[in-house]
């Protein structure tokens, strides 16, 4: 499996909801992150997991949780947001414990969610 | 601050023409530089990076450190080139920041 997954590929939540964000891969990567993808925008990085501990947090609201099981899982928890939250939530892993060199970033399809 | 810029959003060139597409960076330090595609309906996807100096689906990229520059070029565009492309850079260890991207389209 060369791949990451993200599930689901939609989501529609009230501002009331909790609901996770998936993202599973088993290339045995050490790293994995969650990007933020607004229309027409660039990914914007929002957290990075290194071998399962949390190493940044781009001072993401706490409405966003993230949480890593297990090196091969990556969820992001989502309570109380905000329509403006609705983007597309990319996630991505990588072979090393960082993003550069021979270790580059593979990502997932990602997750499409509307906030309403 | 370190920052990625792409001036173009779109750019138009027909099938056979070449294709350049610009970055420009500013940072502090050696920069370790990517560049990333997305066809439509696929994932993000790496093209290149400046470290392997490679050749990847006739697309290359020279680092220049005197023009702060990493543009993307190919001899001969092929329509199925058409995609949004990313010049990223590495801030830290593990932070790839994205410059706003430059759809191409290769037109028949």
Known sequence: DTEVTQTPKHLVMGMTNKK?????????????????QKAKKPPELMFVYSYEKLSINESVPSRFSPECPNSSLLNLHLHALQPEDSALYLCASS??????GDSPLHFGNGTRLTVT | AQRVTQPEKLLSVFKGAPVELKCNYSYSGSPELFWYVQYSRQR????LRHISRESIK??????????????LKK???????????YCALIQGAQKLVFGQGTRLTINP
């Open chain 2, 58 to 71: 006739g697309f290359t990229a020279d680092l220049n450190k005197g023009e702060t520059s990493f543009h």
């Open chain 1, 95 to 100: 072979q090393e414990g960082w993003a550069g």
């Open chain 2, 75 to 85: 001899p001969f565009a092929q329509e199925e080139d058409s995609a949004m492309y």
């Open chain 1, 20 to 36: 996770s964000l998936k993202c599973e891969q088993h290339m045995g990567h050490r790293a994995m992150y969650w990007y933020k």
């Open chain 2, 44 to 47: 993000l996807q790496l093209l």
